[in-house]
């Protein structure tokens, strides 16, 4: 969406430019004044910039299209269909979700079985807060959303390649619901987290991930240069 958003802006901007030339090629830098000379010489300019821009005009509309069509091309996305569930990669009967909990907690307690948390304290970076309480509360947050990965490219991944990006601890991360639920699907270039001190460690984990899975036409528009 973002690409295709440049290009229309792009576009509008050469036609205004083209319309601009087109309406003061007689008028602009003292043309009335030229003789017949400069004057045909000042008009076969015009005429040859007008057609560059015409030229660039139809490339970018291409473009457009072409990014239509590769939109259109790309399967509906379904988490449950194409992510799965969590899993438990290691046999441990500890889920990747459980894990994050375990790897992240302060403080925590499991249940009879030795396989879930039941309950714990947590330090939630995108708000810079800590969570005690029963962890069902909680979201394991992507932090590159599985949706922005499926546009991204993850389509065209096998089934176990994305279940292994949906499970991995590199891209997951504890957040209360609220904020996970504003984030949705958004990329670096449309949500960051609340807590400004936290917002480039947020941006270089999400371009860690985009580069370990190769994901594409990732760009870092933000003020943190990785």
Known sequence: LEFRRVLFRSSSRIQAIHTTVSQQKYYIHGIARF???????FQKMVKNITTLLSIASIVFHAQISYAEEVTRSIPRYNRMEYFGSWKDFDKDCQSSREELLIKNAVNYTLNQSGCNVVYGT??????NEKYTGND????????????????????????????????DLDNLIISN????????DKGINEWLPPYKPF??????????????????NIQNNTQCKI
């Open 177 to 184: 619901p609220e904020v996970n639920i504003a984030k949705s």
């Open 136 to 167: 069902s509360i909680l979201h394991a947050d992507h932090i590159v959303p599985l949706s922005f990965a499926w546009k991204h490219g993850a389509y065209k991944w096998t089934q176990a390649k994305r279940e292994m990006f949906a499970n």
């Open 122 to 127: 947590w330090y939630l970076p995108y708000t």
């Open 199 to 216: 917002q480039c460690e947020y941006v270089k984990r999400f371009m860690f991930v985009a580069k370990k899975y190769k994901l594409e």
């Open 35 to 41: 003789d017949s000379t400069r004057r045909n010489i």
